[in-house]
């Protein structure tokens, strides 16, 4: 190996090492003025925000409660998840081979996408009382409308070179669709799908303010009730963590999936 070879591939490897180096000391630095400002807020306005120390106590005293609740509300947002998503790929599929049902189907959509969640929970509780299955309709609401507009935008965005070879050669609908459509429009699921998991864990933890006496969002409920600081704090950081690794098992699976 030359000279210039070795320098270069020094210079390369220096420049990956500045790059890990600045992606985990950014946030890190940042988390740790977070925390130092947190607990100057929690010293002087001791109404507002708990001490991290009395917080970090509350979970290490009864984790079991904690995942017991967090399991709750995982999966009633998991199912909505799946129910939402599978709805909204029909549905952009359909509306990318029958045009004339966009009408139809997107004002719809738009509809549930602007009416507040807090609004329809009570409804829900009434019609099918205090049992899992609000919870699963709230979330399957709230990660449905992502999705569809992602799917039908990544549907619609194939290349118009490549959708003429496939027609010059006689494709067939669904060869275009599975062999064409569904390539181009995996970075657009991605996203929708980023979208929607948050969606539905923020449906599905709003679901349970309502007539629920499990889940984080009960958990919640219950400690500003009793004006209970560090469960408050703790469910809600508890419900964000989760929310986080969900983002990452999808970031994982985009990688290894869309490697262009």
């Known amino acids: 190996m030359s000279t210039t070879d070795t320098i270069a591939r020094r210079r390369r490897i220096g420049a990956r ?3 890990a180096a600045l992606t985990i000391g950014a946030p890190l630095a940042l ?42 509300t ?24 029958f045009k004339f049902l966009r009408s139809a189907i997107m004002p719809l959509a738009l509809l549930l996408n602007v009416t507040p969640i807090v609004a329809i929970a009570p409804a829900l509780v009434v019609a099918f009382g205090f049992s ?28 118009p070179q490549a959708l003429e070879v496939f027609n010059a050669m006689a494709a067939s609908r669904r060869e275009i669709f599975f062999r064409l459509r569904i390539p181009s429009s995996l970075p657009f699921l991605f996203a929708g799908a980023r979208l ?9 933890v709003v679901s349970e303010f309502t007539g629920s006496s499990k889940g984080i969002g009960a958990v919640i409920v219950t400690a500003t009730t009793y004006l209970n600081l560090p469960q408050m704090w703790a469910a809600i950081l508890f419900s ?3 929310t986080l690794c969900l983002l990452g098992i999808i970031g994982l699976v985009e990688r290894f999936v869309v490697r262009w």
């Open 74 to 97: 995982v999966r009633s947002a998991m199912t909505g998840l799946l129910i939402g998503v599978v709805v909204a790929l029909v549905l952009a599929a359909t509306v990318v081979h």
């Open 17 to 19: 090492t500045g790059n």
């Open 31 to 72: 988390f740790i003025l977070l925390a130092l400002l947190w607990q100057w807020t929690a010293s002087t306005f001791t109404s507002v925000l708990p001490p991290l120390q009395d917080i970090g106590a509350d979970i290490v005293s009864r984790p079991d409660f904690y995942f017991e609740n967090l399991l709750v």
């Open 240 to 242: 964000a963590l989760t």
């Open 196 to 204: 929607s998991v948050t969606a539905a864990m923020i449906g599905a």
């Open 132 to 159: 899992e299955l609000p919870r699963v309709i709230i979330a399957a609401i709230s990660a449905f409308f992502p999705m569809l507009i992602n799917a039908i935008t990544g549907l619609r965005s194939v290349d």
